[in-house]
Structures are given as structure tokens and as C-alpha cells.
């Protein structure tokens, strides 16, 4: 055999054990978890600025509307009472909360390999929301939200790797009774993956018996709480600058079964707190850290997600904005503070007001993401799956968005720079050889492992693509969604534990 021959019978042999790998399972080459922090929307002095800003409220105004219990408890912390019925905060007493609070914390997945670091410069984007609509898949219309639903959101969501936990995204509106509807959300996300996961509670007395559900699952009583992986969403502070009694007592139920929380204030610009960006900052966060001091009185270095969430109004019309540049620049700017803070931060993004899976769709939902990304939200909110300023999801949208979150997370990882990657040696071949790379090794190695291949963005020609039936990223993704819904079927509840579960609890679905 000839040099020739046997180098073309060698290029022969890798190209089809090439062609054999990439026909398995493709190795994603930027997972969750990226480092964030390359945007810094905020300046040092601005930083200093919105913080002092926010401790100054808390020591001059201080909270209303404080529960007994917790204004005892954050009294004995150091909170000063006054005439007026407020609780102030003293600076030394938030700065201490601060530097007790926990700095990270494993959310656990009932799958150990699952499980994710909060915390740091890692990104997660995973879900939140409490949709009371949905967008049907079949007729793209709009109805009211079912249990169906969240379970059938909760399995799709499941295979979705580029979403890193689940939070009940939708609200049950056919389960009328509210601890039917906080035990059976509970049940959903137990019953459809073993991804971390996240619901809220509309009462205190509703935590015992679902962690008495979480127990059953994990192993037997004090199971969950010794490997909790599921996390209450709780908004204990009402803008502006007060606290809500439920929710409170909420907190303390959490607290005791060892139950992470994500506390979440969700003011508006205009409306709940003042319209200047740097304002709405400043009071966010300093209910936000009223939240954090909460919960360090209670119980210090309990894992607490420092979830500040600044939300807008359009105020030509009073109605809430999830998309947009001052969306993306607030919860950008929010990651920002909160990663200064060394706090495990929280925000929110692709909250888009698209009805529709279209171009607004894509161009709020692309901003949003990508700046909170970059800012470094350890965990970000709302961006799977959300449509209609938080009123509706979409199934469509989940996968969607799951091929979105690739992207970023490819962009977060950024560009590796080493004498290999440099490829010094590579040009100066191909040059002096054949005159193109498309044959290196240099560029079969760097295929799988520097460039993220999507499943649903269409890069044909126009010809192929009309051939194709000209069809749209929507028609895609409702393909994908069927195909997963129809297909994936988990169990990840065993029967016996099933059986128990429902003799106990008010379980609807059959």
C-alpha cells in the first residue's frame, strides 16, 4: 500500500469512527454551572452607593407590619422597636446577618447526580413562576392552568438538561382547596423527576404533612430533612418595607425541618417602590436583606437564596413588564450586588410578555437571559418555559428555552486560550498543506468540544428549508414537546410508597 492510499484509507477509518460517535448521545461541551460575573452593569462606588442607601432605610424606617413572634426574635438580635410600630435595623445588626449568612449550599436532587452547588460564580437557570394559564399545545391557545398540566411540565422538564431545577411553574386552578393544591403540587414534582425542586406553601400547617411526603420518598422520617431536596419560594417581605404574617410563619415552619429557602422580593418600579433604577435598587435590597436578617435570627447560616427580584411596570399603563432592557439591567445589576455580598443570588429573566412563540418572544427572552447570565445569578428564575408576563407556559417554550440556556452557558464559558488552542502548528499545516483545517485532527477535536450543535434552530439553506415545509421554531418545538410528553413516562415513586402516600394525603390524580 502506497503512503498515499494508506493515509486516505486512515482519513477513511476516522471519518466513520467520527460519524459513529456523533450518532450517540453528543457530549455537551458547556453544562450548567458556568462561571458569570463578565457584565458588571454597577461601578464599585455604585455598589457602596445602593448599599448604604439600603442600610440606611433599614435603620431609619426599619420594617412594619412585624409578626410577634419574629419581632421577638429580632429584638433579641439586635432590632430596635419604635413608637410608630416599626422595627428598625441597625447597620452593625444587618452587617452581622451578612456575615453569618450561608455564602453557598448543595440543592440537593433525590438523583445525587443531580444535585447542584448554589453559590459563587456558577450559573444555573432553571424555573419559577405561577402560571394560571397555559398555552395548549394543540389549539395555541390560551386556557386556565390544571394539575395535568404540572405534571405533564414536570415530566418534560426532566429530560431537559440545560434546565438545572424545577419550580412549580403553574398553578393547579382546577384544585380548589389550598391544601389539596399545596400537597398535590408537592406530589407532582416528586412523582416526575429527581431534579432539585421547589414549590411554595399557602399556609404554615401545610409543611408538616408534605415533608411527611418528602420523608416517605426519601426513606423514612428526618430523611428530607438530613438531604433536603426540595426548596420553598417564599415572598416573607411585601413592598414596601413590610412583612407578611403568612408568609412569615411560613419561614419559621421551613426553618425547622431543615427546608432551603428562596426569599423573594418582588417590587415594582413604579408602583411598589420608586421608578429611578438606582432607588428601586436600593429599597429592593434592603428588603431583601430584611428577609436575610429574618432568617439568620431564626436559624444563623441557614440556606437562604438571596432572592432580590426587581420587577417593572409599564407605566403608560400600570401593567407589568417581564421583558425589556430595564428588566435585563435590574436583575443584571441585582446579581451584581448580591454576588459583591458573597450571598448565593437569585434572579429573574425571559418573563417575556410574548403571548406568542415569536420575535418578541425571542428578543426578551434573549436579552434578559443572557444579562443575568453574564452578571452571575447563581440561580435564575422564570427562564424556562414562562410566557405572558408570568401568566402563561408553554411547552413549547420549555424546550425552547432549554436550547437558549445552551447557548449562554456557552457564552459564560468564554474563550480557552493555550498554546493548543492558539494553533500555531495547525495554521502553519494547513497552510503548507492542503489549504483548509476541514481534515485536521485540531479540528475534529475541537468540534465536539468547543461547539454546541442545536437540535431545534434550523441552519439549512432557504431551498432545504422550503422543501422542509418552510416550517417555523414554534412547529419545531411542538414537535419536540409531543415526542418527549408521548415518550417519557418516569416512575420515580415506587408503589408501595405510592399507596401509602395517597392513603394519606388527598392525592387527585389517578
Known amino acids: 500500500m502506497t503512503g498515499g492510499t494508506r493515509r486516505s484509507a486512515e482519513r477513511a477509518g476516522g471519518r466513520a469512527a467520527r460519524l459513529a460517535l456523533r450518532r450517540g448521545p453528543r457530549p455537551n461541551p458547556s453544562p450548567p454551572g458556568q462561571p458569570g460575573g463578565r457584565y458588571a452593569p454597577l461601578t464599585e462606588a455604585d455598589l457602596r452607593a445602593i448599599h448604604d442607601t439600603a442600610l440606611r432605610l433599614l435603620e431609619h424606617l426599619g420594617m412594619g407590619e412585624v409578626p410577634p413572634r419574629l419581632a421577638a426574635d429580632l429584638v433579641a438580635a439586635g432590632a430596635v422597636p419604635g413608637g410608630d410600630g416599626r422595627l428598625r435595623m441597625p447597620r452593625a445588626m444587618v452587617e452581622d446577618a451578612i456575615a453569618r449568612a450561608a455564602s453557598s449550599f448543595v440543592f440537593h436532587g433525590r438523583d445525587p447526580a443531580r444535585s447542584i452547588e448554589v453559590g459563587g460564580d456558577r450559573v444555573h437557570f432553571g424555573t419559577g413562576g405561577a402560571a394560571v394559564q397555559t398555552l395548549d399545545i394543540d389549539t395555541g391557545l390560551y386556557r386556565p392552568s390544571t394539575l395535568r398540566d404540572l405534571h405533564d411540565f414536570t415530566r418534560l422538564q426532566d429530560v431537559l438538561p440545560n434546565v438545572s431545577w424545577f419550580t412549580r411553574c403553574c398553578i393547579a386552578t382546577d384544585v380548589a382547596d389550598p391544601f389539596a393544591l399545596d400537597v398535590n403540587t408537592a406530589y407532582a414534582l416528586i412523582r416526575n423527576t429527581t431534579k432539585p425542586v421547589a414549590t411554595a406553601f399557602t399556609l404554615a400547617e401545610h409543611v408538616d404533612p408534605i415533608v411527611g411526603m418528602l420523608d416517605a420518598v426519601a426513606g423514612g422520617e428526618g430523611a428530607f430533612a438530613r438531604r433536603p431536596f426540595l426548596k420553598a419560594h417564599i415572598s416573607p417581605v411585601i413592598s414596601p418595607m413590610r412583612y407578611g404574617e403568612d408568609a412569615v410563619d411560613v419561614v419559621y415552619a421551613c426553618i425547622a425541618h431543615n427546608m432551603p429557602l428562596s426569599c423573594i422580593t418582588a417590587a415594582q418600579s413604579g408602583a411598589t417602590a420608586p421608578a429611578t433604577l438606582a432607588g428601586m435598587l436600593a429599597q429592593s435590597l434592603a428588603e431583601t436583606l430584611a428577609s436575610l436578617v429574618m432568617v439568620n435570627a431564626i436559624r ?99 424546550v425552547i428555552d432549554n436550547e437558549m440556556h445552551s447557548g449562554i452557558y456557552r457564552t459564560l464559558r468564554g474563550v480557552e486560550v493555550t498554546e493548543d488552542t492558539l494553533a500555531f502548528d495547525t495554521i502553519c499545516a494547513a497552510l503548507l498543506g492542503e489549504g483548509h483545517f476541514l481534515g485536521a485532527d485540531h479540528t475534529h477535536a475541537a468540534m465536539e468540544r468547543d461547539y454546541v450543535y442545536p437540535d431545534l434552530a434550523d441552519r439549512t439553506a432557504p431551498s432545504a428549508w422550503a422543501e422542509a415545509g418552510a416550517r417555523d421554531h414554534w412547529a419545531r418545538a411542538r414537535d419536540t414537546a409531543r415526542a418527549i410528553l408521548s415518550g417519557h413516562h418516569p416512575v420515580y415513586v415506587d408503589a408501595g410508597t405510592d399507596a401509602a402516600i395517597r392513603a394519606a394525603l388527598p392525592i387527585l390524580l389517578p
Do not use: C
Request: glycine residues 16%; charged residues 10%; hydrophobic residues 45%.
Open 300 to 398: 444563623p447560616g441557614h440556606p437562604m437564596v438571596f432572592s432580590n427580584w426587581p420587577f417593572a411596570v409599564d407605566l403608560r399603563t400600570g401593567s407589568f413588564a417581564g421583558g425589556g432592557g430595564e428588566v435585563a439591567l435590574m436583575n443584571a445589576a441585582s446579581a451584581q450586588i448580591s454576588n459583591w455580598l458573597g450571598l448565593p443570588s437569585g434572579v429573574a429573566a425571559s418573563m417575556t410578555d410574548a403571548k406568542a412563540i415569536d420575535a418578541q418572544y425571542g428578543i426578551e427572552k434573549g436579552i434578559t437571559a443572557l444579562a443575568a447570565g453574564l452578571a452571575g445569578g447563581n440561580l435564575v428564575y422564570e427562564s424556562s418555559g414562562m410566557t405572558a408576563s408570568l401568566l402563561g407556559a408553554s411547552f413549547e417554550a420549555f
